[in-house]
């Protein structure tokens, strides 16, 4: 069984920073691509950045250049550090994994998806 679990939400002000963690736990055999969504009140669940296990990154217009994606496959772990937060970027935050899981002799790859974290910028 594999879960995922983030920490490093909470309350910030307007031009703060945070950072967000979150890591992988169980039968793992490998982690693809990683990332990083978000959900404000009465919207869709959009995606806020990416990260393959090579180390290549892609983020949303809306955070480019204040938010930084990063990974350590050590740890089977993604990091997002957010800067400059705009009370625009109140939301839940949900992490996302691509994972193989292994049973025995079977590999079973799967979508995997974190609790949900608050973010929450306002003075």
């Known amino acids: 069984q594999v879960q995922l679990v983030e920490s490093g939400g909470g309350l910030v002000q307007p031009g703060g920073s945070l950072r967000l963690s979150c890591a992988a736990s169980?039968?793992?055999?490998?982690?693809?691509?990683m990332g990083w969504y978000r959900q404000a009140p009465g919207k869709e669940r959009d995606l806020v950045a990416i990260?393959?296990?090579?180390?290549?990154?892609n983020y949303a217009n809306s955070v480019q250049g204040r938010f930084t994606i990063s990974r350590d496959n050590a740890k089977n772990a993604v990091y997002l550090q957010m800067n400059s937060l705009k009370p625009e970027d109140t939301a839940v935050y949900y992490c996302?994994?691509?994972?193989?899981?292994?049973?025995?002799?079977?590999?079973?790859?799967?979508?995997?998806w974190g609790q949900g974290t608050q973010v929450t910028v306002s003075s």
């Open positions: 996302n994994a691509e994972i193989i899981s292994h049973f025995g002799l079977q590999f079973v790859p799967a979508e995997y």
């Open positions: 169980g039968t793992i055999f490998s982690i693809n691509d």
């Open positions: 990260i393959t296990s090579g180390g290549s990154t």
